[in-house]
């Protein structure tokens, strides 16, 4: 069973000091993530509705992707931001490039979870960055309540691969995906303004 988070390449630690001075920007940015997040999980619910357990996981996460969105929105007004537009995510559009997206329906399952579960582990360990780093008391608290919510997501989509798919093929396409990723996080620019 896969268990920790595992990503193949830390995020370099300049990032939390550089999303520090551009704080209105990255809480734009990450309730639009928590809105996609929520997004991703409903439209897993539509695609395999079949599976009986993913429909019993997915559909508290979704509430609780939505509970994060306000929580950031409320944040951003607490400091008089407004929400703003959605950026693109160059992370994730990137992502999705790697994912199978035709061909054996078990594939596309597995891709599909494993590519959340992949956000949800880059997401907690940025969580983690700014828990530890940031200024303001309150949002280092804010933070950390937020890491250990995406490290249960985290979990939730790996645990639904390995309830329906063979564990050897889980662990060989996360190991895939995984350097994969971390090829991604080399080529991306260090933005500040994004939480991936």
Known sequence: MITTLGLALPTDP?????????????LIDHAYCE??????????????????????????VVAEEWAHFRMVLKELHKRGYKLGRARKDEYVNRLQE?????????????DRLLVCALI?????????????????????????ELMISEAGHYRNFIELAEEY??????RARWKELLVAEAHIMKTLDLRGDRMH
Not at 38 to 55: G, N, Q, R, T, Y
Request: aromatic share 8%; with cysteine; net charge negative.
């Open 165 to 170: 798919l063979p564990a050897e093929m889980v």
């Open 120 to 144: 949800e582990a880059r997401s907690c360990e940025r969580f983690k960055l700014l828990s530890q780093h940031l200024a303001d008391e309150s949002l280092r608290t804010f933070y950390h």
């Open 14 to 26: 300049r990032w939390v000091n550089i999303a520090e001075m551009q704080l209105e920007d990255i």
């Open 35 to 60: 809105q996609k997040a929520a997004s991703a999980c409903i439209s897993m619910i539509v695609h395999f509705p079949e599976k009986e357990k993913l429909v019993e996981v997915m559909t508290p």
């Open 98 to 110: 790697i994912v199978k997206k035709k061909g054996d329906r078990d594939e596309v399952f597995l």
